[in-house]
């Protein structure tokens, strides 16, 4: 079957940085998305990863490895309003995401 | 990035009406459109997929009688939660599929339907 597992709570303190990892098993890989989810929000998107690698954008940076079905999002300078959801998918082989079940981060002053 | 507009963005109705609610890519055409519920602090769950021109593909477990979906234009899809009840209250998103430089999907802001 296919799954996607991400932690489901972290915390970290305001100006610190966190990495949130997500491993993945899916029926095929054409890549690997971070959605940002704020309370009461739809999603949005933040990162799109295809090949293996770091890709930064900003203060957030996503990696991938396909060999070993694992991507993590790295969150740096943290600011309160960072405080949020934050949801691995994977698009299968039939262009179809596969939702992990988000992980929640709390940041603390 | 893309946008993808959805409305009515709230709507609170008596229990077995019907509640149309629209998804609209805006800069974009659009020939896969995704709708989505999400229960409180519940992760997304992936209700139908709604391709323009032809009959949405529904999830198990979904009755495609009671959420009809239309597709029909690039730019529009359309749930139509038929006669709800209260167990129907949740929150809807739709997304819509780009395919330009990128696979991705953009989501449009959710709709928080409350049935009475």
């Known amino acids: 079957g296919q799954n996607i597992d991400q932690p489901t709570e972290m915390t970290a303190t305001e100006g610190a940085i966190v990495q949130i990892n997500c491993t993945y098993q899916?029926?095929?890989?054409?890549?690997l998305f971070w959605y940002q989810q704020h309370a009461g929000e739809a999603p949005t998107f933040l990162s799109y990863n295809v090949l293996d690698g770091l890709e930064e954008k900003g203060r957030f940076s996503s990696f991938l490895s396909r060999s070993k079905g694992y991507s993590y999002l790295l969150l740096k300078e943290l600011q309160m309003k960072d405080s949020a959801s934050y949801l691995c998918a994977v698009m299968d082989s039939n262009y179809q995401l596969i939702w992990g079940a988000g992980t929640k981060l709390i940041i603390k002053p | 990035g893309a946008v993808v507009s959805q409305h009515p963005s709230w709507v609170i109705c008596k229990s077995g009406t019907s509640v149309k609610i629209e998804c609209r890519s805006l800069d974009f055409q659009a020939t896969t459109m995704f709708w989505y519920r999400q229960f409180p602090k519940q992760s997304l769950m992936l209700m139908a997929t709604s391709n323009e021109g032809s009959k949405a593909t529904y999830e198990q477990g979904v009755e495609k009688d009671k959420f009809l979906i239309n597709h029909a234009s690039l730019t529009l899809s359309t749930l139509t939660v038929t006669s709800a009840h209260p167990e129907d209250s949740s929150f809807y998103i739709c997304?819509?599929?780009?395919?330009?430089?990128?696979?991705?999907?953009?989501f449009g802001p959710g709709t928080r339907l409350l049935v009475l």
């Open positions: 997304s819509a599929r780009f395919t330009g430089f990128r696979e991705t999907q953009y």
């Open positions: 899916t029926s095929g890989f054409n890549g």
